[in-house]
């Protein structure tokens, strides 16, 4: 029993980890533009599946693959925002979210054409999958992502907190035009809050192609859990957002040992719904924005 | 509208005429597919397009309504006649339910989208996990032609039966818009805290917009369980079902009485055509709803008898229009704090 406790905890945080990253992307977006990207999840699949061909067709590890799915992705992200978001930056809100979701079904159905809906994963060879700590599984592939996704939001947050740019996007999400007035080009902030939303959400794809299959729907799942973990966690709140990532990997998790079929989903949705409820500005409200 | 008695007339002789020149049962098909988003997106339309208050869950009702008169039907027999009023109400109770829970709790905006979007899934899941509900199965309703059991063996019938319904939805959401209801839930759309302080109750209004809405999608549910004989979690509570609900009304102008005709009549047709065309590849319809919401989001963010409105009805009459910025349809987009 404590055996089953421990091993669905340690699972559900690695889990976390992941639901962590993929809302790390959202809020910054929200942060600094104030759109609530619903294409998320489908940023996330582009870049699982630029691991997964780099790897058939180049025989490149995953792992290897990181850059270059993050960095497509981040010119993919900011040719977004140029052609499409930048126009919706005073749009009613509802307009901004029917937008994204339009990006979203354009990119989703596009990855159905072009690659058939099939689920596809990822072998690697001479990898030690799982390592037993003390009766305890634990899972190498997540917990290498959990490391980065860790690793990562530590970067984001000395990156947001120390360097000129990093300074300029938290002026321009405090207040835009504040922002302008003492010389930020707010409109290659946006381009490049956008683009590195898109990279986080693909360097999420990335770590996760090679323990969970890739397929073009497969975002849907991470941009349910990304929106509940945004919202727990605060919108715009970077720890927030990772501490929401492990709250729901666990309930998760936890559910999944205790709850028959696929009931452990409704964990997470439960959850969302009394914070929605309760604190409407995240478990640690105020502190956002 | 009251310009255009005669264009309506003629649409409805057009509609009520259809089935008498059209004979291929595919034109037929999709003739009542744009009748049944017309409906559904009506009714999202009284909620969302009216009050402002964005749905992205109304799969939550749509699949009440389907899943209630099939399992009635199938396990007791019921005629899906009084399944269609027991799932509207019940659709009602759940709307009522969670505007209780999302209007006390004030969620709005994006909130209240990301709220409603979470209910349907709870919904989902737990369809998907007990047994009365044939769990992920679905549930296959045999096929027996009987008028009293909703079932028809010609195609014919359910044209003039979704044509009654989306005309009858039309005309209240017309008479809705006319009512002091109808103000209110525009006045609560351009701005909630004004509209409280000059004394509307929006409270109460949001939760009768949120049981109409609820209850009359809920019948678009319970016909097409009866019109396609098989339903099942994926094809009646998935977000995708959603999207579908509320792509007319925004494409057509939410908020307005013929946005959801207007818009179900452009991309239920192009969603066909594409899908015809390229049928090898699954997805391409769901693509060119992406493209085409996107593209009036862009340039068309009130929809297209919206931008219609704005453009054409507003020369006409601007001078009475002046002192009454809540005549709907319009400024949807100015407000936003």
Known sequence: ???????????????????????????????????????????????????YWSFIYLGINPYLSIPLSAISLFFIGALIQKTILSKMLNAPEHNQLLVTLGIMLVIENLALILWSPDFRSVKLDGFIQTLNIGG??????????????????????????????GKAIRATSINRNGALLSGINTNRINYIAFGLGASLAAIAG????????????????????????????GLGNFIGAIIGGLIIGVSEALGGA?????????????????????????????KAR | MKKSPILITLALVVFAI???????????????????????SQAWNILSGYSGQFSFGHAAFFGTGAYTSSILFTKLGMSPWIGLIIGAVIAAVIGLFIGYLSFRFKLRGVFFSLGTL?????????????????????????????????????????????????IAVTALVYYISRSKLGYNLVAIRENEDAAQSLGVNTYKNKMIAIAISASLTAIGGTFYAQYMLFIEPATTFSNDVSINILLPAIIGGAGTVLGPIVGSLIIIPIGELTTTWFGNFVGVNLMAYGVILILVMLYLPEG????????????????????SSISGGEEVGTLKN
């Open chain 1, 206 to 233: 990335s770590l996760i192609t090679p323990f969970f299959y890739t397929s073009p729907t497969v975002g849907a799942t991470f941009i349910l859990k990304g929106f509940v973990v945004v919202v727990l966690g």
């Open chain 2, 118 to 166: 979470a209910f349907a899934e709870i919904l989902r899941i737990i369809i998907q996990n007990f047994d009365v509900f044939n769990k992920t199965l679905g549930v296959l309703i045999p096929y027996k032609p009987d008028p009293l059991m909703f079932q028809f063996s010609s195609r014919t019938t359910y044209y003039y039966i979704i044509l009654i319904f989306a």
């Open chain 2, 18 to 40: 259809f089935p008498l020149v059209v004979k291929d049962q595919y034109y037929m098909h999709i003739a009542i597919l744009i009748l049944y988003y017309a409906l559904v």
């Open chain 1, 1 to 51: 029993m404590l055996t089953l406790i421990l091993q669905s905890l340690v699972d559900g945080i690695l889990m976390g980890g992941i639901y962590g990253l993929v809302a790390i992307g959202l809020t910054l977006i929200f942060g600094v533009m104030k759109i609530i990207n619903f294409a998320q999840g489908a940023l996330l699949m582009l870049g699982m599946y630029i691991s």
């Open chain 2, 304 to 323: 297209i008898v919206g931008w219609f409105q704005n453009k054409f009805g507003k020369k006409k009459s601007a001078k009475k229009n002046k002192d």
């Open chain 1, 136 to 165: 305890i599984g634990v899972n190498v592939p997540k917990l290498i992502a959990f490391i980065a996704a860790i690793v990562l939001s530590i970067a984001l947050f000395l990156f947001l907190k120390k360097t000129m740019l």
């Open chain 1, 258 to 286: 205790f709850l028959p079929g696929s009931l452990k989903e409704l964990m997470t949705y439960i959850i969302f719904v009394i914070v929605l409820m309760a604190k409407p500005n995240g478990l640690f409200g105020g």
